[in-house]
């Protein structure tokens, strides 16, 4: 009689705060994993994960939600923020020029 190990799952708010803790000074993955009784390897796992953004597992930082469809939009919204800021850089340097004249 064989008996099958059941898989363990662990909720996004587990895995964050395992990955958060580990990240904190004076911690390593290994201490972290021994006091919550998992494995090192998976604290590196879900850092990894974290990192990627994946559709599956931390989908969301900070309250705000990343998909891989939304990253055409932010990419588009970060280049339409930069031309933004080049063109406010512009005129704050074309006002200080005129204003500099009119003395």
Same mark, same amino acid.
Request: charged share 30%; proline share 1%; aromatic share 10%.
């Given at each position: 009689? #064989?008996?099958?190990?059941?898989?363990?799952? %662990?909720?996004?708010?587990? /895995?964050?705060?395992?990955?958060?803790?580990?990240?904190?000074?004076?911690?390593? @993955?290994? #201490?972290?994993?021994?006091?919550?009784?998992?494995?090192?390897?998976?604290? %590196? @796992?879900? /850092?990894?994960?974290?990192?990627?953004?994946?559709?599956?597992?931390?989908?969301?930082? @900070?309250?705000?939600?990343?998909?891989?469809?939304?990253?055409?939009?932010?990419?588009?919204?970060?280049?339409?923020?930069?031309?933004?800021?080049?063109?406010?850089?512009?005129?704050?340097?074309?006002?200080? %020029?005129?204003?500099?004249?009119?003395?």
């Amino acid at each position: 009689m #064989t008996s099958k190990k059941k898989k363990q799952t %662990y909720t996004e708010e587990f /895995r964050k705060e395992a990955v958060r803790r580990a990240d904190q000074p004076g911690n390593t @993955n290994a #201490t972290v994993a021994a006091e919550l009784g998992i494995s090192a390897q998976q604290i %590196y @796992n879900w /850092r990894r994960q974290f990192n990627r953004l994946t559709d599956k597992q931390f989908s969301s930082v @900070n309250g705000v939600q990343f998909k891989t469809n939304d990253s055409a939009e932010v990419k588009k919204l970060k280049q339409q923020l930069a031309d933004l800021q080049e063109e406010n850089d512009f005129l704050k340097k074309a006002a200080a %020029y005129f204003a500099k004249n009119q003395e």
